[in-house]
């Protein structure tokens, strides 16, 4: 199960600017919009987990075409919240929000209607996104942008799937009061921000051929090899380098290369 407790709310001083969540634990996502009370040149921002603490941010860079940020915490924080896991969203899929602008303000959930990998976003890019229709119907969810959505499939856990960004227009009068909201999906933010990519770690995993050649190269089995880096892989993960996606994914190709080289399929690793 997930824990709500990764949400945000953003502030300059003490005026709150929108949502966002803790995508790792050193980075929280949100929607760019919500981050238009900034003054062009300021960069600060204050976070406030759902537990109440605060703590200092930095925005750290812009996908204004996607219309998403990423804020940086501040290095001497130590963060506590579970980082949930993330994935992706199939059609037919129920999901909920768990954030709330307020505690007066309805819980969001609903259905996965249709995943679209060319949504033409409000930022101007074509971008992978989710369809949601809302059950409650509130007729204007702009408080809950820059949230998170949560998805599964029926009798399954939840995951992060996505980070909601607008509100499809009621076509009979034009003004925003229809109740299907888009998202952009994780791995969409996922591939917007050099930040949060892997392929910098890439040739740790698959170091040339002429390394194993190396006199003090590793003798030990592949399956030895593979528990070590499955250890450094859990500590990153819980020093909030990397989000669960990449660490899964990480995961894979160490237990891939291990499995090859334990039935001949390449070179030991």
């Not at 040149?41 to 200092?56: P, Q, T």
């Not at 899929?93 to 409000?122: K, M, V």
Request: proline share 5%; net charge negative; glycine share 10%.
């Amino acid at each position: 199960m997930t824990d709500a407790g990764y949400w945000v709310d953003l502030y300059q001083d003490r005026r709150r600017l929108g949502a966002g969540f803790l995508l790792t634990r050193r980075y929280v996502l949100t929607a760019l919009h919500c981050l238009r009370g900034l003054a062009p040149d300021d960069v600060d921002v204050g976070i406030v987990l759902a537990d109440g603490e605060h703590l200092d941010g930095r925005l750290r860079c812009r996908a204004p075409d996607a219309d998403l940020a990423l804020i940086e915490v501040a290095a001497h924080h130590r963060l506590s919240p579970r980082i949930p896991n993330a994935g992706h969203a199939l059609p037919g899929w129920h999901w909920r929000g768990p954030y709330r602008p307020s505690a007066a303000e309805a819980a969001l959930s609903g259905t996965i209607d249709h995943r679209a990998d060319d949504f033409a976003c409000e930022g101007g890019a074509s971008i992978e996104a989710l369809q949601l229709s809302v059950e409650q119907l509130l007729g204007d969810y702009s408080g809950y942008s820059g949230g998170p959505v949560e998805g599964a499939a029926d009798g399954g856990d939840p995951a992060v799937v996505g980070i909601l960004l607008e509100q499809a227009p009621d076509r009979a009068d034009g003004k925003r009061a229809g109740n299907v909201l888009y998202a952009a999906t994780i791995a969409e933010a996922i591939a917007r921000f050099d930040h949060l990519q892997v392929s910098h770690l890439i040739d740790v995993l698959r170091p040339r051929a002429d390394a194993w050649e190396a006199p003090e190269a590793d003798e030990r089995k592949p399956q030895e090899k593979a528990e070590a880096w499955f250890h450094r892989l859990e500590q990153w993960s819980e020093q909030g380098y990397m989000d669960p996606v990449q660490i899964a994914e990480l995961r894979f190709m160490v237990a891939q290369r291990a499995i090859s080289s334990d039935f001949g399929g390449g070179e030991e690793g």
